[in-house]
């Protein structure tokens, strides 16, 4: 790596901020993910270009990424929440590393014609997930707090800690057996007390310290605060002999009942996600072309057996300890792959002549090549999980027929019939969804079983006796399907209709139905006319702007549906309201100023 402050580090550094900000976005947009993108734009500066040489060093530095992440993640775990899940981490996690270990290692040992020594480094080596490749993964669906996601994290979080027995088992298996008493009972001390150590000052001093600091005002010092707690915590750990990650983890987790666990995400977060990239841009860079053009029929054999081999015992581990076909399948597809701490513990393996260079390199591309490939391994759980089919109840019509035919039950159409019961109106309400309709059931509202869609549905409850149907499905295409049914069926028939957008109305409007709203305009306008109110506008005139705004959107719906989606854009500004003198002067000031500022809002697609 570059020495600091030379030319050389500030166009290292520009090489990768470069490759990140073209190849992430790019991966993103077609579908595989900002991972991916992060290791093409490595492999591209590193072994293709021969842009940057150093790759070592730099995944030294970006392992930071993954200390962040694991700090992030442990401020989302209370510790209650953590205890809840000591089943999956202990049990299935535990099991998941003894019982791939074992299989990889027997088939390394056969298979390959590693020693028993070798062959026990990398069947545990290869038996790790990567932690970062798949809370990444998971961080981008959204999905962390979902079953498997729960599940998969448990058993990458008992990976961490199988680092440590792993790590101490090389001097054991060191040719000669040098290192026989390298692991002893004081190491193991060591490293309890530190997290002993660890767990005291999250408990007792880093509130009291975040504080003392948020009270000075010192914004800058806050987020020093944070990367001392997340670098400390690490380190400290590290020195005890277990991974900087686990020390982070720790952290998070002491603190995720703290009054400052959100600002310390949000002060941690920039840090994390660019580190993160730079870990995975940096294993990009670190992959070795020579090894894979060699090797290439050995890589290209032991990575899909690899990721099929963890693939088909996580799942049926997962079954086992009483996840779903659903579940198990998507944590398979998740944690198929080698890990980051395969590197350490393949790099320290050849360090104690266990594995020779060659070896370790091929391990390290073989695990390199199955991270690259995990965004798309867990993109076919579409294939092996069959869709969901909706619960299904009985078609029971008997008592429908009412002045009012309600189709859907959402939202929108729960505030509606309301309404229309308070005001003494019969209505009789189908809906497709069995739950929804239970959970009505409970607050007294009768709701039949029925797809709107159906004509013969439609017939049996009462569209003929209707005065009037209220379309009131969440979605556009469905909403779209019973318009023209019933326009088609029953042209003599008033619709009124629940819209999804701007568009969806003049849509709806081209149709001829007799009346169409959008659920959220009335919303917004009321939102919007008390945001006025609570920065100091009088009532009057906010309700002057708020009529005014509801009376030209109606003139622009009624340009629009002549000149096209993009006409009537006069009407988006508001002419200056000015109330009566009924305050002081500065207060009228910032009313006008208010007034002022609602001129440059614009609502062109709401």
Same mark, same amino acid.
């Given at each position: 790596?570059?020495?600091?402050?030379?030319?050389?580090?500030?166009?290292?550094? #520009?090489?990768?901020?470069?490759?990140?900000?073209?190849?992430?976005?790019?991966?993103? $947009?077609?579908?595989?993910?900002?991972?991916?993108?992060?290791?093409?734009?490595?492999?591209?500066?590193?072994?293709?270009?021969?842009?940057?040489?150093?790759?070592?060093?730099?995944?030294?530095?970006?392992?930071?990424? %993954?200390?962040?992440?694991?700090?992030?993640?442990?401020?989302?775990?209370?510790?209650?929440?953590?205890?809840?899940?000591?089943?999956?981490?202990?049990?299935?996690?535990?099991? &998941?590393?003894?019982?791939?270990?074992?299989?990889?290692?027997?088939?390394?040992?056969?298979?390959?014609?590693?020693?028993?020594?070798?062959?026990?480094?990398?069947?545990?080596?290869?038996?790790?997930?990567?932690?970062?490749?798949?809370?990444?993964?998971?961080?981008?669906?959204?999905?962390?707090?979902?079953?498997?996601?729960?599940?998969?994290?448990?058993?990458?979080?008992?990976?961490?800690?199988?680092?440590?027995?792993?790590?101490?088992?090389?001097?054991?298996?060191?040719?000669?057996?040098?290192?026989?008493?390298?692991? @002893?009972?004081?190491?193991?001390?060591?490293?309890?007390?530190? #997290?002993?150590?660890?767990?005291?000052?999250?408990?007792?001093?880093?509130?009291?310290?975040?504080?003392?600091?948020?009270?000075?005002?010192?914004? +800058?010092?806050?987020?020093?605060?944070?990367?001392?707690?997340?670098?400390?915590?690490?380190?400290?750990? &590290?020195?005890?002999?277990?991974?900087?990650?686990?020390?982070?983890?720790?952290?998070?987790?002491?603190?995720?009942?703290?009054?400052?666990?959100?600002?310390?995400?949000?002060?941690?977060?920039?840090?994390?996600?660019?580190?993160? =990239?730079?870990?995975?841009?940096?294993?990009?860079?670190?992959?070795?072309?020579?090894?894979?053009?060699?090797?290439?029929?050995?890589?290209?054999?032991?990575?899909?057996?690899?990721?099929?081999?963890?693939?088909?015992?996580?799942?049926?581990?997962?079954?086992?300890?009483?996840?779903?076909?659903?579940?198990?399948?998507?944590?398979?597809?998740?944690?198929?792959?080698?890990? +980051?701490?395969?590197? %350490?513990?393949?790099?320290?393996?050849?360090?104690?002549?266990?594995?020779?260079?060659?070896?370790?390199?091929?391990? %390290?591309?073989?695990? @390199?090549?199955?991270?690259?490939?995990?965004?798309?391994?867990?993109?076919?759980?579409?294939?092996?999980?069959?869709?969901?089919?909706?619960?299904?109840?009985?078609?029971?019509?008997?008592?429908?027929?009412?002045?009012?035919?309600?189709?859907?039950?959402?939202?929108?159409?729960?505030?509606?019939?309301?309404?229309?019961?308070?005001?003494?109106?019969?209505?009789?309400?189908?809906?497709?969804?069995?739950?929804?309709?239970?959970?009505?059931?409970?607050?007294?509202?009768?709701?039949?079983? =029925?797809?709107?869609?159906?004509?013969?549905?439609?017939?049996?409850?009462?569209?003929?006796?209707?005065?009037?149907?209220?379309?009131?499905?969440?979605?556009?295409?469905?909403?779209?399907?019973?318009?023209?049914?019933? &326009?088609? +069926?029953?042209?003599?028939?008033?619709?009124?209709?629940?819209?999804?957008?701007?568009?969806?109305?003049? +849509?709806? $409007?081209?149709?001829?139905?007799?009346?169409?709203?959008?659920?959220?305009?009335?919303?917004?306008?009321?939102?919007?006319?008390?945001?006025?109110?609570?920065?100091?506008?009088?009532?009057?005139?906010? &309700?002057?702007?708020?009529?005014?705004?509801?009376?030209?959107?109606?003139?622009?719906?009624?340009?629009?549906?002549?000149?096209?989606?993009?006409?009537?854009?006069?009407?988006?500004?508001?002419?200056?309201?000015?109330?009566?003198?009924? #305050?002081?002067?500065? $207060?009228?000031?910032?009313?006008?100023?208010?007034?002022?500022?609602?001129?440059?809002?614009?609502?062109?697609?709401?």
């Amino acid at each position: 790596m570059a020495a600091a402050g030379s030319p050389d580090l500030y166009l290292e550094a #520009i090489l990768l901020l470069g490759g990140a900000v073209v190849a992430a976005p790019l991966f993103k $947009r077609i579908g595989l993910g900002t991972v991916l993108g992060y290791l093409a734009a490595g492999i591209v500066i590193g072994p293709l270009a021969g842009l940057i040489i150093d790759a070592e060093e730099i995944l030294h530095f970006a392992e930071l990424g %993954v200390v962040f992440l694991l700090f992030v993640i442990g401020l989302e775990l209370k510790p209650s929440r953590l205890w809840a899940l000591r089943r999956e981490i202990f049990g299935l996690g535990l099991a &998941q590393v003894a019982l791939s270990g074992v299989v990889l290692m027997l088939l390394a040992w056969q298979g390959f014609g590693l020693s028993p020594s070798a062959a026990t480094i990398v069947g545990f080596g290869l038996a790790l997930s990567s932690t970062a490749f798949a809370m990444q993964i998971l961080e981008e669906r959204g999905e962390i707090g979902r079953r498997y996601g729960q599940t998969s994290f448990s058993i990458l979080l008992l990976q961490d800690l199988a680092i440590v027995p792993l790590l101490a088992l090389i001097p054991l298996l060191a040719p000669g057996g040098e290192g026989l008493d390298a692991f @002893t009972w004081t190491d193991f001390g060591i490293a309890i007390t530190a #997290i002993g150590a660890l767990v005291v000052a999250g408990l007792y001093l880093l509130n009291p310290l975040f504080r003392i600091i948020a009270n000075t005002g010192a914004r +800058e010092a806050m987020i020093a605060a944070a990367l001392l707690v997340v670098l400390g915590s690490a380190v400290l750990v &590290q020195l005890a002999g277990l991974s900087m990650a686990m020390g982070a983890f720790i952290a998070g987790v002491l603190l995720a009942e703290s009054s400052y666990r959100h600002e310390l995400e949000a002060d941690i977060e920039p840090f994390r996600g660019i580190l993160l =990239g730079l870990f995975f841009m940096a294993i990009g860079m670190s992959l070795d072309l020579t090894i894979l053009w060699r090797e290439w029929l050995t890589i290209l054999f032991a990575v899909p057996v690899l990721m099929v081999v963890k693939g088909v015992l996580i799942y049926g581990l997962c079954r086992a300890f009483g996840s779903p076909h659903e579940t198990s399948v998507r944590v398979a597809l998740l944690l198929p792959q080698g890990g +980051e701490f395969g590197f %350490v513990l393949f790099s320290a393996a050849a360090s104690s002549f266990i594995l020779s260079g060659a070896t370790a390199s091929l391990l %390290v591309a073989i695990v @390199t090549l199955s991270m690259a490939l995990t965004p798309l391994a867990a993109r076919l759980e579409g294939l092996l999980i069959r869709p969901e089919t909706p619960e299904e109840m009985e078609e029971d019509f008997e008592g429908a027929g009412s002045d009012v035919l309600m189709i859907g039950f959402s939202r929108f159409g729960q505030i509606a019939s309301q309404m229309l019961l308070a005001g003494g109106s019969d209505v009789t309400i189908i809906d497709v969804s069995a739950e929804r309709i239970r959970a009505a059931a409970r607050f007294g509202f009768r709701i039949y079983f =029925g797809d709107g869609t159906r004509k013969d549905v439609l017939e049996a409850a009462g569209v003929r006796k209707a005065k009037l149907i209220a379309v009131c499905t969440h979605k556009k295409e469905i909403t779209d399907k019973v318009v023209e049914l019933v &326009q088609h +069926e029953y042209p003599t028939a008033k619709l009124f209709v629940r819209s999804y957008d701007r568009t969806h109305t003049l +849509e709806l $409007r081209s149709r001829g139905v007799d009346y169409e709203a959008r659920e959220t305009f009335e919303s917004g306008l009321l939102f919007g006319r008390k945001t006025l109110e609570a920065l100091g506008m009088d009532e009057i005139a906010a &309700q002057t702007i708020q009529d005014d705004v509801r009376r030209r959107d109606a003139e622009r719906l009624e340009i629009q549906m002549i000149e096209g989606i993009y006409a009537g854009m006069d009407k988006l500004h508001t002419k200056p309201v000015t109330p009566e003198p009924l #305050i002081k002067p500065n $207060r009228e000031a910032r009313d006008l100023n208010a007034t002022t500022r609602h001129e440059k809002l614009t609502e062109p697609m709401a």
